[in-house]
């Protein structure tokens, strides 16, 4: 019961508050297939969003076009108030402006991946540092230390000094959270972290998953664990076709779902 | 047993032969052609790795240059390369050293024949690694190099913390090929009078009329050192493949 009352005061977090992300009538076309049509969506410091949609509904892009790894058409985006900059490019599609603010503000953006996506010539220890260091400039040695903390967090620090592809894929994605989490990022970006996984390997990215959220950090979670987008949650938020379909406080978006479509998708995922 | 006579002959002249300085300067030959290999390998990876960036690139005009680069210096007979960098290189030299005035108009100015012969054999050399480094470029797992976008390292970043090292990596065993060819190409610039192992076995064959003798023996050091560098290109791919093999 405390963690529902605790999931809700989350959600209401207070207004005046910059978002840590905004997100404004997003638009993305792959030739002439239009995957998002205006998306918007805000995340205020320790909310905990899911975004959940059917295959192709458009939700990985959303993600992706927060941190430029897909362009956005049109919209904006800003992290913290900032507003990312574009133009249009040569061929009239929308480019980032800056290269630069992209990057650093990349660097506050941690993204863990479907597939891991871990440097396989590096260790464990150096996929931690290796971003601190260079693109952040911290000192390794302070790096080094917080790794292996993070490490022992997800509890892989005796797998420090394994190159990833000797791990199991529970193990990598637990190794990839805490590179991202190396960064001090001040928002995290889960895309589908455990899609990829063997059914038994899931659980132990989850618990991971969970206790970041509990300490209360800000979270966008691309997913298709409904366990998750239940009861950690603060937000869940449904894409269809491209488009936003419902938001809501996930035990309320469960127990009644607001559109027919959520209600397909869900029953889709009881069966 | 005239021919077990026949053959003790045959070793004591050779014997003679190499005692009274010939062996020396086959020893010089070795050295000359390792010298040119090596300085061709480097050239060739400096415009090999330019010509796969090149040939990678978005822009139409750079894969186009990249991809007449490798079409022509790996269609083209190696001595004729040879040849054209040499001799024209001569003629080209000549001419404008002849129009600044800074020769006479009937002297010549030579193309420096080490010079003419890395850099033919290197651009060779290059064309051959470009399609090495492309390839080993290609084999990287795309999700790495999203990653390092993902994390905020800038292009020069990526490269040198991801691409570079996956690159070498994936390029050992290719780089072995290419480096047995070009220890190979490096024998046709005898041509320009470059005293490696092949212009040195020349002279001393014709010179003493040996002719079986000293090609069967530069054969035999060409052999050594192509099957030498073997196991030692295989030693450097297991040190960089590490990350791929279980760990004992």
Not at chain 1, 28 to 45: N, Q, W
């Amino acid at each position: 019961m405390s963690a529902n009352i605790a999931a809700a005061a989350k959600a209401a977090p207070s207004s005046d508050e910059t978002p840590a992300i905004s997100v404004k009538d997003l638009r993305k076309c792959f030739g002439d297939h239009e995957v998002l049509k205006g998306i918007s969506l805000e995340a205020h410091k320790g909310d905990v969003i899911s975004i959940l949609g059917s295959s192709g509904s458009g939700k990985s892009t959303m993600l992706r076009c927060i941190n430029l790894l897909e362009t956005p058409d049109s919209g904006e985006v800003r992290v913290d108030g900032e507003l990312i900059k574009m133009k249009r490019g040569r061929d009239g599609h929308q480019i980032p402006a800056d290269i630069r603010q992209v990057e650093r503000i990349r660097a506050n953006l941690a993204m863990v991946f479907q597939s891991f996506n871990l440097w396989s010539h590096m260790t464990v220890l150096e996929n931690l540092v290796a971003a601190p260091t260079h693109v952040l400039k911290r000192p390794r040695a302070e790096c080094l230390e917080q790794a292996e903390a993070l490490l022992k967090r997800v509890g892989i620090w005796e797998r420090r000094n394994y190159y990833p592809p000797h791990m199991s894929g529970g193990q990598q994605q637990r190794a990839a959270i805490a590179r991202a989490l190396a960064m001090n990022p001040k928002v995290m970006l889960f895309d589908e972290p455990t899609s990829a996984l063997d059914p038994e390997l899931v659980g132990e990215v989850l618990r991971v998953m969970r206790s970041l959220a509990e300490e209360g950090r800000t979270m966008l979670v691309v997913t298709h664990e409904m366990g998750f987008a239940r009861d950690v949650s603060s937000k869940v938020m449904f894409l269809h076709k491209g488009e936003v379909d419902s938001v809501g406080e996930p035990k309320e978006m469960f127990a009644r779902p607001p559109t027919p479509q959520f209600k397909q998708f869900i029953a889709n995922f009881n069966k | 047993m005239e021919f077990l006579s026949d053959l003790k002959d045959q070793v004591s002249t050779a014997y003679e032969l190499l005692a009274a300085g010939w062996g020396v300067q086959l020893l010089w030959g070795i050295a000359w052609t390792l010298a040119v290999t090596v300085i061709s390998m480097l050239i060739g990876a400096v415009l090999g790795s330019l010509v796969a960036a090149a040939k990678l690139s978005h822009r139409g005009g750079l894969r186009l240059i990249g991809e007449s680069y490798t079409t022509v210096f790996r269609g083209e007979p190696e001595l004729l390369i040879i040849y054209l960098f040499y001799y024209g290189g001569t003629q080209v030299l000549t001419g404008v050293a002849r129009s600044t005035g800074s020769i006479g108009s009937t002297d010549i100015l030579n193309m420096p024949s080490f010079l003419g012969g890395v850099l033919a054999v290197g651009i060779i050399s290059g064309a051959y690694q470009a399609e090495v480094f492309r390839g080993s470029f290609l084999a990287i797992h795309r999700g790495e190099l999203e990653a390092a976008r993902a994390y905020g390292m800038s292009a020069w970043l990526r490269f040198r913390l991801v691409i570079m090292p996956q690159v070498l990596r994936l390029a050992v065993p290719g780089l072995g090929n290419v480096w047995q060819l070009t220890i190979k190409d490096s024998a046709l610039i005898s041509v320009t009078g470059v005293a490696e192992l092949m212009l040195t076995a020349n002279k001393a064959a014709r010179s003493t009329h040996h002719s079986l003798l000293f090609y069967t023996l530069a054969g035999i050091l060409y052999l050594v050192m192509t099957s030498v560098s073997t196991p030692i290109f295989d030693k450097a791919e297991r040190y960089t493949s590490r990350s791929f093999t279980r760990p004992k």
